[in-house]
């Protein structure tokens, strides 16, 4: 019934920038948090960027802070991932995640906390 659409992946050069949009629906609670995960190759997958509804803290992976920004505009229920200086190491697949229906109390990022998966999108870079 939850449903995750991203968008926003495409072909980007190394050292460019995409913004991805993730739209959430088909629940009427407050969600407790909302973010981005990838799937890199040779990698674990990975919490990118996460925030909380009720007080927007937020968390990035060490790989991305200071290169990727996240926001919501909570009027829309659509979360963005910004994503600037692009590198080798960032092509994957991005999955928009969802932790609405339960409170976590750990850490933003982990990845059993969230309980809703978007389809994902994948983010190639080419040199």
């Known amino acids: 019934q939850v449903q995750l659409v991203e968008s926003g992946g495409g072909h980007v050069q190394s050292g460019g920038s995409l913004r991805l949009s993730c739209t959430a629906s088909?629940?009427?609670?407050?969600?407790?948090?909302i973010g981005w995960f990838r799937q890199v190759l040779g990698k674990e997958r990975e919490g990118v960027s996460c925030?909380?509804?009720?007080?927007?803290?937020?968390a990035y992976a060490d790989s991305v802070k200071g290169r990727f920004a996240i926001s919501r505009d909570n009027a829309k229920n659509t979360v963005y991932l910004q994503m600037n200086s692009l590198n080798p190491d960032d092509p994957g697949i991005y999955y928009c995640?969802?932790?609405?229906?339960?409170?976590?109390?750990?850490?933003?990022?982990?990845?059993?906390?969230?309980?809703?998966w978007g389809p994902g999108t994948q983010v190639p870079v080419s040199s």
């Open positions: 088909g629940f009427t609670e407050d969600y407790y948090a």
């Open positions: 925030i909380t509804n009720s007080d927007g803290s937020t």
């Open positions: 995640v969802i932790e609405v229906g339960r409170a976590s109390g750990g850490r933003l990022c982990l990845l059993y906390a969230y309980n809703y």
